[in-house]
């Protein structure tokens, strides 16, 4: 079984600085991380690793100093991990960055064996846009299955995989052939922690590092600025509130009491909406 992890070093949430005239996220001098979502991910390519056979790729486009992320998976217990890193992928938005992805996805194929799976966390944690997944699925024309929650079963003799679903609904109990590409929700299994073995092993494994040459993209029209048509118009923090919260003391109330003050208090600070609340009632 061969699986395809796709992972991303995004800056820490807590200290994202943005380029006042590109509007893209500046990540010299900010500390970066594993994409949090990712982590759940390549827990699971793991596991499925363990408990079938195969080996685990570890994927991820950036530049140069992304490849501290892809040893950091190394270190969890991956089998190899390649670095899309080129110039040319500068300023990538989910477009761009999904066109890149699955041409490199494409090419470890090629080269490794074509993947049975390929993962991505959710979302991102700076993008925030749970789009990278799903373009890459349909680049590669894969089934695509977002949003799981637990893989139930994988039956490789009939190339077929079961996986529980979240929605809006409640959970969707769906099966796939394969291969397909998975999207892991947060929460979903504990990551491990790596053994000596492997923390020795990422010391010692060689990054692959490809360009965009080396990873058979020929139409570099489609990659970075040139290939990404979001605009972001602006960036900017919210402004605070300047009405403070109002906190209800429910010390030696019943419930009732509690409710009805507060219903009292959502009526007096929006009048209209106990007007309109009136008004369809009595209709």
Known sequence: ????????????SAQIRVHPVTNTI?????????????????????????????EVTVLTMGPPMAEDALRKALGYGADRAVLLTDRYFAGSDTLATSFALSQAIAKVGETFGTPDIVFTGKQTIDGDTAQV?????????????????????VDLDAREIKVE?????????????????????????????GS????????????????AADAGI???????LRGSPTVVKRVFAPTARAEKA??????????????????????TRQPALEHELAFNGGA
């Open 246 to 267: 109002v906190q209800i003391d429910t010390a030696e109330k019943i419930l009732r009491d509690i409710a009805d003050e507060l219903i009292a208090a959502i009526f």
């Open 196 to 211: 000596l073995k492997d923390a020795l092993c990422a010391a010692r494994t060689r990054v692959l590092k490809w360009s």
């Open 26 to 54: 500046m990540r010299q001098g900010v500390p970066t991380i594993i994409n949090p979502y990712d982590l759940f991910a390549l827990e699971e390519a793991l596991r499925l690793r363990d408990a079938y056979g195969g």
């Open 218 to 224: 020929e139409d570099l029209t489609k990659c970075g």
């Open 133 to 153: 997944g799903p373009g890459i699925a349909k680049r590669l024309d894969l089934l695509q299955l977002t949003y799981v929650a637990k893989i139930a079963s």
């Open 1 to 12: 079984m061969h699986i395809v992890i796709c992972i991303k070093q995004v800056p820490d």
């Open 165 to 193: 679903r979240r929605s809006e609904g409640g959970t969707q109990m769906l099966k796939s052939r394969l291969p397909c590409l998975i999207t892991m929700l947060e929460g979903t299994n504990e990551i491990r922690r």
